[in-house]
């Protein structure tokens, strides 16, 4: 019975070789595309070079990890998907948990984000009159507006960062047991960051409503957006949560980071009032400009994201690349987490 259970398994199962040549034939078919495709909405065609060189380079990187590291690469993927209804009950426990014994509870949460909008409304626009500026630039829709569309997301980034990097040091008892898939800690404090997200999108969209932006079918793109800002996150939390095990100082190192990517990414400024065509692409290159320009994109510019078709792919490709690179860390690194904490 044993040996027709095996045999029946292996037969269900995909082999690596072939799992691998779909792996390549489907990056060699992306790649062939994006080089011959020709975006008809592309503004610096210098920009669109450079993102299909960088998505090609990334595509090659992630072929030779995906052949060389296929068994490693498939473990997470597999615990996560087992595990999945443990991993929705810990999230739900680990939000409640974050604000229980305070009497406001969760509203403590909204509360600095709020404040955050206001006062950089208040500074920028009303005192520094950047919305004559943002005019100027191309940007029409009111500076609030335009201000919470790029915030939101970062907001979302900056918590699902910071507590995804601390998830093994926070859940260390968990690390120390045997039988406990600690693969899942990290996309629990995504999960639980995720319902903060989803009020402050239910405060854009109420924004948006007041300065006469009301829903529309573009606005379901706000999903996708949302989407893509968690896998992102969740490819580089399995890098940072490892390391920051053996390396404490990470963690202040991301907050300096976060500080100062905030002013990096166009949320208070537009991107158009850079005239240097060099910094322009710089800016661009960071995965988190397509899902800033995302939201916004969903809520007053409506367009669709297929259609800024290398910004879509580059994104993507980058955060794959990202995850199989994080992986590997994570299993590499994983057997010693208990010895440490």
């Known amino acids: 019975m044993k040996s027709t259970d095996s045999s029946l398994s292996t037969k269900k199962r995909p082999k690596k070789p072939v799992v691998i040549a779909l792996y390549l034939i489907a990056c060699i078919t992306l790649a062939v595309v994006i080089v011959l495709h020709n975006n008809p909405l592309a503004v610096d ?22 052949a060389f590291f296929y068994d490693r690469i498939f473990i997470i993927p597999r615990e996560l998907f087992q595990s999945r209804s443990l991993i929705w009950k810990l999230a739900k426990n680990d939000f409640k948990k974050r604000y229980a014994g305070s009497y406001l509870g969760f509203i403590w949460a909204l509360v600095q984000p709020v404040v955050t909008v206001v006062m950089y ?8 009159n950047t919305r004559s ?24 980034f900056s918590e699902a960062l910071t507590n995804g990097t601390n998830a093994l040091l926070e859940y260390s008892y968990l690390v120390k047991k045997v039988v406990f898939k600690i693969s899942i800690l990290p996309i629990i404090k995504l999960i639980a960051a995720t319902f903060i997200h989803i009020f402050f999108i ?140």
């Open 202 to 341: 239910c405060i854009l969209l109420f924004l948006s409503i007041c300065y006469g932006y009301y829903p529309s079918v573009y606005t379901i793109q706000i999903i996708y957006y949302s989407f893509c800002m968690f896998v992102f996150v969740l490819a580089l939390c399995y890098s940072t949560c490892a390391i920051v095990v053996f390396f404490r100082d990470l963690g202040q190192i991301i907050n300096i980071i976060l500080q100062v990517g905030m002013w990096a990414t166009p949320i208070l400024w537009d991107i158009n009032m850079i005239h240097d065509e060099r910094l322009i692409i710089l800016f661009k290159l960071n995965p988190i400009v397509y899902i800033v320009n995302g939201f916004r994109s969903a809520i007053y510019e409506e367009t669709w994201f297929f259609e800024h078709f290398y910004s879509s792919t580059y994104f993507w490709i980058i955060t794959v690349t990202l995850f199989l690179i994080g992986s590997l860390i994570f299993k590499r690194l994983k057997v010693h987490f208990a010895d440490v904490l």
């Open 121 to 128: 409304w208040i500074v920028f626009d009303v005192v520094f």
């Open 133 to 156: 500026q943002m005019i100027a630039s191309g940007v029409e829709v009111p500076y609030v507006l335009y201000l919470t569309a790029g915030l939101v997301p970062w907001f979302y």
């Open 45 to 66: 065609p210098h920009t669109e070079e450079l993102k299909k060189i960088c998505a090609c380079l990334l595509l090659g990187l992630s072929c030779i990890i995906f």
